[in-house]
C-alpha cells in the first residue's frame, strides 16, 4: 500500500524528543514517542484480554490433551502422552464429525458469501424509505443463534412446519426431513444460511460505503453498463472486504455448534454431528477431559490451516 | 410483455430481502398469539384463530423476563464498548504503525477467535471462578470482548487503510500527535467502520449461550437467552410462550438496529477526502 | 473412629453457644421444571423447624440434559456455591463415581433398612458400590396411556402384548376412518427418552443390558427390540415421522385426541385431564404391555435429593436432604404438584386420593419398573443407545446394523 512510502517521507521520526519532568507532558512524550513503542501500547490491551481469557485456558487445554483424565472413572489424572490423540484418529465417530464440518463450511461459506452480497448491493440502492430493506437485512443476525436451531427445527418438521405446508401445494406425500441424513444437512445448511448471511451482508454493505462514487460515474461515463460497472469497479474495491467476511464465516463455520445441536441434535443418528458438538459432548457430557481436548486442539490445528491457507491467498487486501 | 422498469425491480428485490428477513420472526410473532391447542392442527393454521395476549402475560409472569432482557443488554453494551476501545486502539497500531511483526499480530488476533469458546468452557469457568467474577457482568462481558475483537479489529483495520494518509499528516504538522490524529481524524471518517464493528460486537454478544448459562447461572444475572430456555418444562415446550418471550427479546435489538443503521451505512458523500 | 467423632462434634457444637448468631444458607440446585413454587413451601417448612438455616433454591436448567451439563461444568472446578443438588435417577452413579455428592450411609444409620421404606427401584439406584448416594425426591415411570372410551365402543379388553396392542390399535384406527389418528405415539428423537424406548421390549425378553458396570450384550434381543418398533410403523400402528417424537409431543399429541395409546411419563395424567385437554375423562393408565412370551417390565424414572461434597455446610445439608425425602414432603409434592411418592403406602393413602385419583392404578407400575443402566458412563451409554435407536427408527440403519454398532460403541464405552 502506499502508506510506507509517505510515512518515511519524514514525517514519523521527526519529532522532538521532550523529556520534561511532569507526569502529563511524560504520558504525551509517551504517545509521541517511536512507532516501536506507540505500537506496544496500543496493542498491549488487546493483548493482555487475549492472553487472560484465551491464552491461558488454551495452554492448560493443550496440557490435559496429554492426560488421561476421565471423572467418571474416579481415578487421578494419568500422564498419557499421545494416546488421545491416536485414539481421535481411529474413531470414527470423529471422522464423520469432521467431515460434517468441513462439508458444512464448504457449503455455507460461498452460499453465506453470495447471498449476503446480493443482500448488500440491494440494500445500498436508493430507496425512498431505507429503513425496512436494512432492518430486513440484519434481523436474522439479532436473532439468538440457539433459538434460530430450534425455529429451523420447528420449521421443517414433518407435521408441524411451515416448509411442509408450503410443499403440501406441489407434492402429496410430506418429506420427513429429519428421517434422513440428507435432507437433515441441507435444511441445517439453509438455516446456517440465512443467519450467516446478515452478517456477511453488514460487513459488505460498510464495505460498499467506502467506494467513491465518482467511479461509478466516470466508468457509466466511458460507456460501461451495469453488468460492467460491478465486474470492473465493484467487484475489485470490495475484495478487502470480501476477505474479512470470508476469514470470519470460516471460521465460525469450523466451530458450527449450536444450530445442528438444537435443529436435529445430532441426528438421525449421529449423521449431522459437527466437530464442536463432538467436542462439548466429549467434555461436559462425558467428563473425558483428556479426549475432549485433544479434540479441541486437533480442532484448532485444522482452523489454522485453513485460516492459513486463505490468508496466504488474500494477504495483499489486508 | 414489457421488461420491468428498474423501479419495478428495485421493489421487487426489495420485497425478497424483506421477506427472506423477517419471515421466521413474523411466524413467531404469530404463533406468540396463539394457544398451545392450536398448534397441533394439521394442516396447520397461519393467523391465529383466536388471537391471545396472555402468552405475553405468561412469559413476564413466568419468569423476569425485564431483568434478563436488562441484564443481556448491560452485558452488550459494556463489552461493545470494550471491544471498540480495545479494537480501535490495536487496529490503528495494526494499520498505521510500521512495525515489523505486523502480520504476525494480526495473524495471532485471528488465531485466537480459531478456538471456539465452547471448547474452552471448562477451563474459563475456573479462571472466573478464581477471578470471584462469576455471577457478573465481568464474568461475561470479558469473554464476550474476546469473541468479538477479531472480527471488529480486522474490520476497523480494513476501514482505516483507506482514509488517506494526507489528513492524518495534516493534523500532525499542525502539531497534533499520533493519537490525536486517530481520535480525531481517523475515527470520526471511518464511522460506518466504527458502527459496524459496534453492531457486530453487540450482536455477538447478545446472541451468546452457552457462556451465560454456565457463569452467570443466578437469577439476577440471567441473560435473555438463557431466560427463554427456561420457560421449557422437564418435557414440555410450551411454542406459543417462548414465541411471546423470543419477540420481546428481539425488539429492543430491532430498534437500535433502525436507529444505527443510518450510521452504519452513511456514504463517505461530501467533503474531507477530495485530494 | 468417625462414628463416634461426627456425634461429639454435632455436641460439641450444640453445647458450645453460637458467638454470632450467623446464619447459614443452603443453596439447593433445583429444575425450573419442577415446581419450584411446591418445593418452596416445603423449604419453608424446614426453615421454620431449624432456625438459623436459610434455604435459597437455585433454578437449573430445564431439561435433565441442560442441568447435568451444568452440574458437570460446576462440580468438575469444585466449586462449593451449591450445597444440595436435585439429581435425575440416571445420575447418581456418575456422581458417586466422580465423588461429587456425599456418601450418607452413615446418617441413616443401617442404609439396607432405611431403604426398606421406598419403592425397590430406587433402592437400587440410589446405592452405588454400597455408597448410599443420594435419597429419593419423588418418582416417575413410563405408563400406557390409552383412550378408554375407543376400546369400550370396539369392545376391545387392556392390551398386554405388544402384538395385542398392535391388532387392536388397527382395529380401531380402521373404524374411526381419520387419518390423523395414531395408533401408538412412543418417542424415537434422540433424547434421553429414547433410551427407554429401546429398553422395553429388551428387557420385557428378560435380558439386561449392564451388571456390575459390564456390558452383557443380547444381539438377537436388540434386533428383536428394533423390529418390534419398526413393525409397529411398518403396520401403521405407529406414525412414520417416530425418529422425530419428542416426550412433549407425544403428550401434545394424545391430548390433542390424536392417539389410542401412548407410552409417556407419569406428568402426562394432570394435563390430559386438566380443562383445555380434548381427552379429559377418557383416558386410563396401565402399565406397559410385554413382548410375546415375556414379561411386563417399565422404566423407572425420578429424581433424588445429594449433598454437594464440596458443600461447606455438609451437616444442615444432610438434615435438609432427609427432610426432603420424608413422607409428609413426599405427600406435599402429590398433593401440590401431582408428583408420584416414593412411598408405597401413600398411594393408597386416602387424603391424596382427591388430588390423584389414579395411584392405586400406578402403584403396580412404579412397583415393577427397572433402572437403566447403572454405570458411571451413563452419559456415553445413553448417547450411543439413543442415536442408534434413532438411526434405526429413521430408517439410516437396519436393526442388524445397528445393534453391531450399538455393540462395538458400548463396548469401547465400558471397557
Known amino acids: 500500500m502506499t502508506n510506507n512510502t509517505t510515512r518515511q517521507a519524514g514525517l514519523g521520526n521527526a519529532r522532538p524528543a521532550a523529556r520534561r519532568s511532569n507526569p502529563a507532558s511524560w504520558a504525551r512524550s509517551l504517545l509521541d514517542a517511536s512507532d516501536a513503542n506507540l505500537a506496544r501500547v496500543l496493542l498491549a490491551p488487546a493483548f493482555l484480554l487475549l492472553l487472560l481469557i484465551v491464552v491461558y485456558p488454551v495452554c492448560r487445554l493443550f496440557w490435559t490433551s496429554l492426560l488421561d483424565l476421565r471423572l467418571s472413572s474416579g481415578m487421578p489424572a494419568r500422564f498419557a502422552g499421545i494416546d488421545n490423540y491416536t485414539s481421535v484418529f481411529t474413531d470414527p465417530e470423529f471422522w464423520t464429525a469432521l467431515t460434517n464440518t468441513l462439508l458444512i463450511t464448504l457449503i455455507t461459506v460461498p452460499a453465506a458469501l453470495l447471498v449476503g452480497l446480493a443482500l448488500a448491493l440491494i440494500a445500498n440502492l436508493p430507496f425512498r424509505v431505507r429503513w425496512p430493506v436494512r432492518l430486513s437485512l440484519l434481523i436474522p443476525w439479532a436473532m439468538p443463534l440457539a433459538f434460530v ?49 446478515s452478517f456477511v451482508a453488514l460487513v459488505l454493505l460498510a464495505g460498499l460505503q467506502t467506494i467513491p462514487q465518482e467511479l461509478y460515474e466516470a466508468a457509466s461515463v466511458d460507456g460501461a453498463g451495469p453488468l460492467r460497472r460491478f465486474c470492473f469497479v465493484t467487484l475489485p474495491l470490495l475484495r478487502p472486504a470480501i476477505a474479512v467476511a470470508a476469514i470470519f464465516r470460516m471460521i465460525t463455520s469450523l466451530q458450527t455448534f449450536d444450530i445442528p445441536l438444537t435443529m436435529t441434535r445430532g441426528g438421525p443418528g449421529t449423521s449431522t454431528v459437527t466437530l464442536a458438538m463432538y467436542i462439548h459432548q466429549n467434555t461436559v457430557d462425558f467428563l473425558d477431559l483428556g479426549y475432549g481436548a485433544a479434540l479441541a486442539v486437533v480442532l484448532f490445528f485444522i482452523s489454522m490451516g485453513v485460516t492459513t491457507l486463505y490468508l496466504r491467498q488474500v494477504r495483499t487486501e489486508l | 410483455m414489457k421488461p420491468l422498469s428498474p423501479t419495478a425491480l428495485r421493489r421487487i428485490a ?10 421466521p420472526l413474523f411466524w413467531i410473532f404469530l404463533t406468540s398469539l396463539k394457544t398451545e391447542a392450536e398448534l397441533t392442527r394439521v394442516p396447520i393454521t397461519w393467523f391465529p384463530h383466536a388471537p391471545t395476549l396472555a402468552n405475553y402475560l405468561r412469559a413476564f409472569h413466568d419468569q423476569p423476563l425485564a431483568l434478563y432482557l436488562f441484564n443481556s443488554l448491560a452485558v452488550a453494551l459494556l463489552s461493545t464498548a470494550l471491544t471498540l476501545f480495545i479494537a480501535t486502539l490495536a487496529a490503528y497500531a495494526l494499520a498505521r504503525l510500521n512495525i515489523g511483526y505486523r502480520d504476525l499480530a494480526l495473524a495471532a488476533i485471528i488465531a485466537v477467535s480459531t478456538f471456539p469458546l465452547v471448547t474452552l468452557l471448562v477451563p474459563l469457568f475456573q479462571t472466573m471462578r478464581a477471578l470471584g467474577l462469576l455471577n457478573s457482568y465481568g464474568a461475561l462481558v470479558l469473554p464476550y470482548t474476546v469473541l468479538s475483537l477479531p472480527v471488529c479489529t480486522l474490520v476497523l483495520v480494513s476501514f482505516f487503510q483507506t482514509i488517506p494518509l494526507d489528513l492524518e499528516n495534516a493534523a500532525m504538522i499542525d502539531g497534533c500527535s499520533r493519537v490525536g490524529a486517530l481520535l480525531r481524524i481517523v475515527v470520526p471518517l471511518s464511522a460506518p467502520g466504527v458502527f459496524t464493528a459496534g453492531l457486530l460486537a453487540f450482536v455477538n454478544s447478545w446472541d451468546e449461550f452457552l457462556l451465560a448459562l454456565s457463569f452467570n447461572s443466578a437469577t439476577r444475572w440471567r441473560t435473555l437467552p438463557v431466560g427463554i430456555m427456561l420457560y421449557q418444562g422437564e418435557f414440555a415446550f410450551p411454542w406459543p410462550e417462548i414465541s411471546a418471550a423470543l419477540v420481546v427479546g428481539i425488539v429492543p435489538v430491532a430498534v437500535l438496529i433502525v436507529l444505527f443503521q443510518q450510521r452504519v451505512i452513511s456514504g463517505l458523500t461530501a467533503g474531507g477526502v477530495k485530494g | 473412629m468417625t462414628r463416634i467423632l461426627r456425634p461429639l462434634l454435632v455436641l460439641a457444637a450444640l453445647l458450645v453457644p453460637p458467638a454470632a448468631q450467623a446464619e447459614t444458607t443452603l443453596n439447593v440446585y433445583i429444575s425450573s421444571a419442577l415446581r419450584p413454587e411446591v418445593m418452596r413451601q416445603a423449604f419453608d417448612q ?5 432456625p438459623g438455616i436459610k434455604v435459597v433454591p437455585q433454578l437449573g436448567g430445564a431439561t435433565s440434559d441442560l442441568q447435568a451439563q451444568y452440574l458437570n461444568t460446576v462440580l468438575s472446578a469444585k466449586d462449593s456455591s451449591l450445597d444440595v443438588l436435585m439429581l435425575d435417577i440416571i445420575r447418581p452413579a456418575q456422581f458417586a ?36 448416594v443420594v435419597l429419593p425426591a419423588f418418582a416417575d415411570a413410563m405408563f400406557l396411556y390409552y383412550r378408554k372410551d375407543l376400546l369400550d365402543k370396539y369392545h376391545l379388553p387392556v392390551p398386554t402384548t405388544w402384538s395385542q396392542l398392535a391388532s387392536e390399535a388397527k382395529t380401531i384406527q380402521a373404524g374411526e376412518n381419520d387419518a390423523q389418528l395414531q395408533g401408538l405415539s412412543f418417542q424415537g428423537a434422540p433424547i434421553e427418552g429414547t433410551v427407554c424406548t429401546f429398553l422395553l421390549p429388551y428387557w420385557s425378553m428378560g435380558k439386561n443390558l449392564v451388571h456390575n458396570g459390564h456390558l452383557t450384550f443380547d444381539h438377537a434381543a436388540a434386533v428383536k427390540s428394533f423390529d418390534l418398533w419398526l413393525g409397529l410403523m411398518k403396520q401403521g400402528v405407529a406414525p412414520r ?25 407419569a406428568y402426562g395424567w394432570s394435563l390430559f ?19 410375546d412370551g415375556g414379561k411386563p417390565v417399565t422404566c423407572i424414572g425420578g429424581w433424588q435429593w445429594g449433598v454437594s461434597a464440596f458443600s461447606k455446610h455438609p451437616a444442615e445439608s444432610v438434615k435438609l436432604v432427609k427432610f426432603l425425602s420424608s413422607v409428609p414432603v413426599s405427600t406435599l409434592l402429590a398433593e401440590k404438584a401431582s408428583l408420584l411418592p416414593v412411598f408405597p403406602p401413600l398411594y393408597h393413602d386416602a387424603a391424596l386420593d382427591q388430588a390423584m385419583p389414579w395411584l392405586p392404578q400406578a402403584l403396580p407400575v412404579v412397583e ?27 430408517g439410516s440403519e437396519t436393526p442388524e446394523q445397528a445393534a453391531d454398532q450399538m455393540e462395538a460403541r458400548l463396548r469401547r464405552v465400558l471397557r
Not at chain 1, 420427513?176 to 441424513?181: A, E, P, Q, V, Y
Not at chain 3, 456418601?103 to 427401584?121: E, R, S
Open chain 3, 368 to 394: 415393577q419398573a427397572k433402572s437403566r443402566p447403572v454405570t458411571p458412563y451413563y452419559n456415553d451409554v445413553s448417547n450411543v443407545i439413543r442415536t442408534q435407536t434413532n438411526a434405526v427408527l429413521a
Open chain 1, 149 to 197: 436451531g430450534m425455529i429451523g427445527g420447528w420449521f421443517f418438521q414433518s407435521d408441524y412446519g411451515v416448509v411442509n405446508d408450503l410443499l403440501r401445494h406441489f407434492r402429496s406425500t410430506r418429506i420427513i426431513w429429519f428421517n434422513s441424513g440428507w435432507l437433515s444437512f441441507i435444511a441445517i445448511c439453509l438455516t446456517i444460511t440465512w443467519k450467516t448471511c
Open chain 3, 273 to 291: 385431564q386438566s380443562a383445555d385437554s380434548a381427552v379429559k375423562g377418557k383416558v386410563a393408565v396401565t402399565d406397559l404391555p410385554a413382548v
Open chain 3, 97 to 132: 463415581a466422580t465423588g461429587w455428592t456425599l456418601p450418607l450411609n452413615k446418617d441413616v444409620g443401617n442404609p439396607t433398612a432405611f431403604l426398606k421404606q421406598y419403592l425397590p427401584a430406587y433402592a437400587d439406584a440410589d446405592t452405588v458400590d454400597g455408597k448410599l
Open chain 3, 46 to 50: 424446614f426453615e421454620k423447624a431449624n
Open chain 3, 241 to 265: 415421522n417416530a425418529a422425530e417424537i419428542v416426550t412433549d409431543q407425544t403428550r401434545k399429541d394424545f391430548e390433542a385426541g390424536k392417539a389410542v395409546f401412548a407410552v409417556e411419563w
Open chain 2, 14 to 23: 426489495a420485497l425478497a430481502v424483506i421477506i427472506n428477513g423477517l419471515f
